[in-house]
């Protein structure tokens, strides 16, 4: 039988790989409409204003990690951990490729890639396990501009989201119960401790333009919850951490729910939930800002579970939505072969499966 060569392009943010190319990573954040939802023209001089501000707290930030985000090495790894989880795969012959929004390797450069390998069909799998039009979309986007540029046209399945699938949410809720077992071996008995589970804020504009993304943040959470009930009595909340923009941004912030665990008296174990990789928001924000703010207050103890990065569990979990998403014949949302997206993106209009023809057009 002769395999289907399948490109599966995942997408992440990306990062900056040395200090002088932060304030260039940052304009282009800042460039992204999906971001920066105002004018075109106002957008492009705004974008560089803002980036120039933040660069220096940025620079700070990236400074304690060595001056680069480790991003693309640990998405890299996973490509790498995919690809052999599919190797034995009768019916496809996959190859990983990694395309970062903001920073190299960036879409127009990876559609040339995957167009030299010639694909019979393409897989686009966003390490976002949430949608939003911040990430997810405006990563397909990109993409779509790329494949135009350059007349890549081959049929191309979108794995739109994947918040609430079996595999990925066993897999971090094996991480949330090993990081609870030694937070409590290491708490004094009479000690009570909370799982927050910490995820990238959102303006509050954008959810109200119809976002799924927090929604799909609790179904998240709720499922990685319904996983543990062999931890009796867990005291869990949800909460939005990286604000970076003064608009009013969905809440409760993580920092307010570290006050109110000051106020309790209970120690913390900080879960990422929004980010399958370790990178500046998790290594910096949670392991050195947040745990400095949580011991300033007198928290009595601050933990922390680890990113997914290549934990075996999880990539088991992304060669299983690998499979069912070609299996599907197109979009795969949600989870478990659920066509529907529920809530607010009824019939899911980001999730596409398209001719060549529409993807060139
Ligand atoms: C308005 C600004 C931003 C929105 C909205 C936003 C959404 C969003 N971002 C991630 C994941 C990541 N963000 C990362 C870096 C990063 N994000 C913003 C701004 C917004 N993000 C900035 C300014 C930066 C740069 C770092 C900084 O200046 O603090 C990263 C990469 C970090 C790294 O190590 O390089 C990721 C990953 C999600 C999931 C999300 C919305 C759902
Ligand atoms: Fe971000
Ligand atoms: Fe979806």
């Not at 940052?26 to 920066?36: C, K, R």
């Not at 933040?54 to 620079?59: G, N, Q």
């Not at 985000?69 to 990694?98: H, K």
Request: charged share 20%.
């Amino acid at each position: 039988m002769t395999k289907r060569r399948v490109a599966i392009v995942l997408f992440n943010l990306g990062g900056p790989d040395r200090p002088e190319s932060v304030q260039p990573f940052l304009t282009n954040l800042f460039s992204d409409p999906a971001i920066l939802r105002v004018p075109g023209f106002v957008r492009r001089w705004l974008a560089r204003l803002i980036a120039w501000r933040r660069t220096r707290p940025a620079l700070a930030n990236y400074a304690i990690i060595g001056g680069r985000s480790p991003l693309l090495e640990l998405t890299e790894e996973q490509g790498r951990a995919l690809g052999a989880a599919l190797a034995d795969d009768p019916a496809i012959e996959a190859r990983c490729f990694v395309a970062m929004r903001y920073w190299h390797p960036m879409s127009d450069a990876v559609a040339r890639e995957v167009q030299a390998w010639q694909p019979d069909e393409v897989l686009l799998l966003p390490l976002y396990p949430q949608y939003s039009t911040t990430t997810t979309g405006s990563s397909v986007t990109a993409w779509d501009e790329a494949c135009q540029a350059i007349g890549l046209s081959v049929p191309t399945t979108t794995l739109c989201c994947w918040h609430s699938h079996g595999g990925f949410t066993a897999a971090t809720a094996a991480l949330v119960r090993d990081a609870h077992a030694r937070a409590r071996a290491a708490l004094p008995a009479d000690v009570p401790l909370r799982v927050l589970f910490s995820a990238h804020g959102l303006p509050e504009s954008i959810i109200k333009a119809g976002d799924p993304y927090q929604w799909q943040v609790e179904q998240t959470v709720a499922a990685v919850v319904g996983q543990l009930g062999d931890i009796a009595g867990l005291d869990h909340t949800v909460c939005y951490q990286s604000r970076v923009t003064p608009q009013k941004w969905i809440g409760p912030s993580t920092e307010a729910e570290i006050e109110r665990a000051a106020h309790d008296k209970v120690a913390l174990l900080v879960c990422p939930i929004a980010f399958v990789s370790e990178h500046s928001e998790t290594l910096v924000e949670l392991d050195v800002e947040y745990r400095d703010v949580a011991e300033k207050l007198g928290v009595p103890g601050y933990f922390r579970v680890p990113a997914q990065n290549s934990d075996p569990a999880f990539i088991a979990a992304l060669a299983d939505l690998t499979r069912a998403a070609l299996a599907s014949g197109r979009s795969l949302c949600s989870f478990a072969g659920a066509r529907q997206c529920p809530k607010q993106h009824g019939d899911c209009p980001h999730a596409r499966a398209r001719a060549p023809s529409q993807a060139a057009a």
